[in-house]
Nanobody, 126 residues
Framework: QVQLVESGGGLVQAGVSLRLSCAASGRTISDYAMGWFRQAPGKEREFVAAINWSGGNTYYADSVKGRFTISRDNAKNTVFLQMNSLKREDTAVYYC???????????????????WGQGTQVTVSS
């Protein structure tokens, strides 16, 4: 069993940056793809970014491409989301997830993940 804890959220003005962290404990995440999703009030959980087990491949939602960067440090058992040029529409609770093993899953879908953190709130003011 792995536990995931997100941190780094907060209240910021539009245009500034935040760096989110997802710290894993209990088990190493080095064999697993990882992803970031977000959920705004009244909305479904939305794909943001994903990264494969080694960090060699990354994937982004169109809404964040060019602004957000996902990375990982397997030695520290941590995944990051660097968020630049934040917009009001980025406001949401941000969750990290550990993907299931195998190559049959679409990493942009919630069903690809078997463990989730409890989320960190990001609020961007206009």
């Amino acid at each position: 069993q792995v536990q995931l804890v997100e941190s780094g959220g907060g209240l910021v003005q539009a245009g500034v940056s935040l760096r989110l962290s997802c710290a894993a404990s209990g088990r190493t995440i080095s064999d697993y793809a990882m992803g970031w999703f977000r959920q705004a009030p009244g909305k479904e959980r939305e794909f943001v970014a994903a990264i494969n087990w080694s960090g060699g491949n990354t994937y982004y939602a169109d809404s964040v491409k060019g602004r957000f960067t996902i990375s990982r440090d397997n030695a520290k058992n941590t995944v990051f989301l660097q968020m630049n040029s934040l917009k009001r529409e980025d406001t949401a609770v941000y969750y990290c997830g550990r993907a299931r093993l195998g190559s049959i899953y679409n990493l942009s879908t919630v069903s690809a993940y078997d463990y989730w953190g409890q989320g960190t709130q990001v609020t961007v003011s206009s």
